[in-house]
């Protein structure tokens, strides 16, 4: 999830369902604190599963919903998102995690910024962070959410980014639900007792590219690549290089292989640095779940990711970061806090 400069940094899934009031309750890397990547999300989306372990720590249960009128059919309704127990700073993950929720998630009748800012504020987090929602929170009556995954965009000692990449399914005019979906770009800051999130940055991608580009329809009929509704919308843009849904390709012919962002909803410098990262150039894409095995659950086999990162390198990557420590010509491989939850497959064009 950077770029080359993403090697010279230092040290960087899933569902929430929250109510109208609900308390609901983390390493150097992809992007800087004074960008973002600008360009709404896409209804389309291949499903990948929540696959992390529960956290030891308790977590109170998303306050229950109105039910629907007898005539509507209930939005989903997804257990709570939790970071398992092998993670860097599990709670800071799970406080970004919490805000998205209580931001993208309500009740029938729970719609309106005055009523985010009192979920934002049920938190213990600034009501204003409401403010910037923006298509996290769409003109709808009734919304649920479910965090896909939760990965770093880099995390330093007193800061961090967190990417809570989402599917959100809204109540329309007519009682029909329709699903989108959004990756935020969630920055916090160390406080005490908890970390505390000081601003949030949700991606936009364009609209879909006309001719659509030249790879997509064989992307989209891969059922081996699983792709989350903005890292859709990103491909379907025109925005991303062919290179990377190139790539894509040729690893699904060995792998199956969930992706988490591509380009928008990802900040746009090395965290923590004024360098650019190739993820907002559309010249990069990670990986976070490789053939139903999250990249950070220590019960994954080293030997499965070490060999995706290599194939990887092999796809024409010339930037390839995890969790293993990989000796390569030319530093072609790289590892540290930031990306022991996802793999990063960067391109130079």
Request: aromatic residues 4%; glycine residues 10%; contains cysteine.
């Amino acid at each position: 999830m950077t770029s080359q400069d993403d090697m010279r940094t230092t040290g960087r899934r899933g569902v929430l369902r929250a109510g109208a009031a609900a308390l609901l309750l983390g390493a150097a890397g992809c992007g800087s604190g004074s960008r973002q990547s600008v360009a709404a999300p896409s209804s389309t989306t291949a499903s990948p599963a929540p696959a992390a372990s529960p956290s030891p720590s308790p977590s109170p249960s998303a306050t229950p919903t109105a039910s629907p009128s007898p005539s509507q059919t209930p939005l989903p309704n997804p257990p709570l998102w939790q970071p398992g127990p092998s993670e860097v700073q599990p709670d800071v993950k799970r406080r970004a995690a919490e805000l998205v929720a209580a931001l993208g998630a309500w009740p029938p009748g729970g719609q309106g910024a005055e009523a985010a800012r009192a979920r934002v504020a049920a938190l213990g987090l600034p009501p204003a962070l409401a403010d910037a929602a923006g298509p996290l929170a769409p003109a709808a009556p009734e919304a649920s959410l479910e965090v896909i995954d939760a990965q770093y965009g880099g995390i330093l000692a007193d800061s961090a980014s967190v990417l809570v990449v989402c599917r959100q399914w809204t109540r329309q005019p007519d009682g029909s639900a329709a699903e989108g979906g959004v990756t935020v770009d969630v920055r916090l800051s160390r406080a005490e007792p908890r970390w505390t999130v000081t601003d949030l940055h949700p991606g936009v991608p364009g609209p879909p590219a006309e001719p659509p580009p030249a790879a997509l329809a064989k992307v989209l009929a891969q059922p081996r690549i699983e792709l989350p509704p903005e890292a859709l919308a990103d491909l379907r843009s025109g925005s991303v290089h062919d290179s990377v849904m190139n790539a894509m390709l040729g690893l699904a012919g060995t792998y199956a292989l969930s992706v988490s962002v591509v380009r928008t909803g990802h900040p746009l410098d090395v965290f923590g640095t004024t360098r650019p990262s190739d993820h907002p150039l559309g010249r990069a894409f990670d990986v976070w779940r490789i053939d139903g095995h999250p990249v950070v659950d220590p019960a994954t086999p080293r030997q499965l990711i070490e060999s995706f990162m290599r194939a990887a390198a092999a796809a024409g990557s010339y930037n390839v970061g995890g969790p293993i420590a990989i000796p390569g010509a030319g530093n072609q491989f790289f590892t540290d806090d930031t990306h022991h939850d996802h793999v990063h497959v960067g391109f130079t064009a």
